[in-house]
């Protein structure tokens, strides 16, 4: 244990490093947004983050958020939802969720705007996409992506598309890390060509405790950072 082994030390070095990382990419320290991860962490964490000016905290479980968006009604926080999400959760999102970034399918997108013209609301999502070959990870194959996009532009208003997420396989080679990340940034810049009506594609959500810097060399925007900042979870995570 190192003395600043606190959330704040934790938080500081990986804001430091994300600085780093960006300098070495030539790219501005400010175009790199953190997205704290507080799934499986219970209130007292949140608390704790909120005094270190977080706001915004990525989770993976609607009803996760659910209770969490309950308990701190009024503290002004916004819940990103990162992991897989279920057809028949899509209700639960629409209600409390400001952002999610794990849209990978037709019907998903068709539950989500449904329950959001209920909800008299729209939504920013982000789509994710498949970008390594493990038959565990959630995405959406990247040659689908394009006319995904296009249904979305025509059919689906309340879903305001702001770019691409995507997890990169779990290995110990940084090459094929690395090559997971460029395939989104690649993939997104040729999607830009196709100038799709009512789709951004600004944002790129790629990186995690283990692989942010990596990410950020890619053309992250944002990264997505867990047990860097709130410590080892303690029960499993289904992704
Ligand atoms: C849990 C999770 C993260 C954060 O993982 P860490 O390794 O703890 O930083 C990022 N993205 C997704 C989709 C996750 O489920």
């Known amino acids: 244990m190192t003395a600043d082994d606190t959330m704040a030390g934790r938080l500081a070095q990986i804001q430091q490093r994300i600085r780093e990382a960006c300098e070495r990419a030539g790219r501005a320290p400010g175009s790199v947004t953190l997205l704290p991860v507080s799934k499986t962490f219970g209130e007292d964490a949140i608390r704790e983050a909120m005094g270190l000016g977080l706001t915004r905290f990525g989770e993976n479980k609607t009803q996760e958020i659910r209770q969490k968006a309950a308990a701190f009604e009024g503290d002004g926080l916004q819940w ?77 208003p309340t879903l305001r ?3 691409l997420m995507t997890l990169a396989v779990n290995s110990p080679d940084p090459n094929e890390v690395r090559a997971c990340f460029r395939a989104l940034r690649e993939l997104r810049d040729g999607l830009v060509q196709e100038n799709i009506p009512g789709v951004s594609l600004d944002r790129l959500s790629m990186g995690m405790s ?25 029960y499993p995570d289904p992704q």
């Open 80 to 156: 990103v939802l990162i992991g897989h999400l279920q057809t028949n959760k899509a209700k639960d999102a629409a209600r409390d969720a400001a952002e999610v970034q794990s849209l990978d399918r037709v019907e998903l997108a068709d539950a989500l705007h449904r329950r959001l013209q209920n909800e008299g609301r729209t939504l920013d999502v982000l789509v994710q996409v498949k970008t390594s070959s493990e038959p565990s990870k959630f995405g959406m194959e990247p040659q689908e992506v394009s006319p995904f996009l296009r249904r979305i532009a025509s059919e689906y």
């Open 161 to 163: 598309v702001q770019g």
């Open 210 to 234: 283990g692989d942010f810097e990596l990410a950020i060399e890619e053309g992250s925007t944002e990264v997505r950072i867990g047990s860097a900042i709130f410590g080892a979870r303690h």
